[in-house]
Each structure stands twice: as structure tokens, then as C-alpha cells.
């Protein structure tokens, strides 16, 4: 069994921050690609960020220069920083892996999802 559980979303007001964080556990062999995704009511699910295993970046050009993506491998661990947010930003995020477990089965895996709400 694989699990990724999210955790940092909250209530935040216009040109505030939050960090997101992300722990990946299981019978995990190897962690490839992660991110962020979000999805807010009544839309698709869409890319936010994601990165490599060597740190190489990704971003979606709507939080470009506003939020930065990181990871530590050792934890297992992937992080999102969100500055400068704006209604828009509103959604729930879900982390994302790309797992190959002990038996050498490779799939994505997905969080539940935390609740990113920005209001005035």
C-alpha cells in the first residue's frame, strides 16, 4: 500500500502565503517525477508544479514567480510555497508521485486533496 497525505491548506487572504506539504508512505522502491495538482468547483483537475528527482522544475504559468516546488527525497517529502495568492488560487490541491513499489509495480499515485480557500 501506497499513501500520499497533504497537509498546510487553510483560509488565507489575498496576498497571503501557505505551504503545502506532502508525505509519501508504503513499500515504495523508487519516487520519480512529483507535484501538485489543483482543482477547484466545477473545474478540471490541472497541473501546478511538479519536479524531478534531481529538483528540475515545472510550473503552471498562472503561479509562475508565485509559488516554488520542492522535495527531500530522504523524507519522502514534496512541498509546495504559495505566496501572493489570489481568489483564483482557491481549490483543493492533490500531490502526486510516480511510484515503483518493492514488487517493481509503477503507477501514479494521488493524495486526498487539501482545501486551499483565498478570500477577502
Known amino acids: 500500500q501506497v499513501q500520499l497525505v497533504e497537509s498546510g491548506g487553510g483560509l488565507v487572504q489575498p496576498g497571503g502565503s501557505l505551504r503545502l506539504s506532502c508525505a509519501v508512505s508504503?513499500?515504495?522502491?523508487?519516487?520519480?517525477?512529483m507535484g501538485w495538482y489543483r482543482q477547484a468547483p466545477g473545474s478540471q483537475r490541472d497541473l501546478v508544479a511538479t519536479?524531478?528527482?534531481?529538483?528540475?522544475?515545472n510550473y503552471a504559468d498562472s503561479v509562475k514567480g508565485r509559488f516554488t516546488i520542492s522535495r527531500d527525497n530522504d523524507k519522502k517529502m514534496v512541498y509546495l510555497e504559495m505566496s501572493s495568492l489570489k481568489s483564483e488560487d482557491t481549490a483543493r490541491y492533490y500531490c502526486?508521485?510516480?511510484?515503483?513499489?518493492?514488487?517493481?509495480?509503477?503507477?501514479?499515485?494521488w493524495g486526498q486533496g487539501t482545501l486551499v480557500e483565498v478570500f477577502s
Open positions: 502526486w508521485a510516480e511510484v515503483t513499489t518493492h514488487k517493481y509495480e509503477a503507477f501514479d499515485a
Open positions: 519536479i524531478t528527482w534531481g529538483g528540475s522544475t
Open positions: 508504503g513499500s515504495i522502491f523508487a519516487l520519480d517525477n
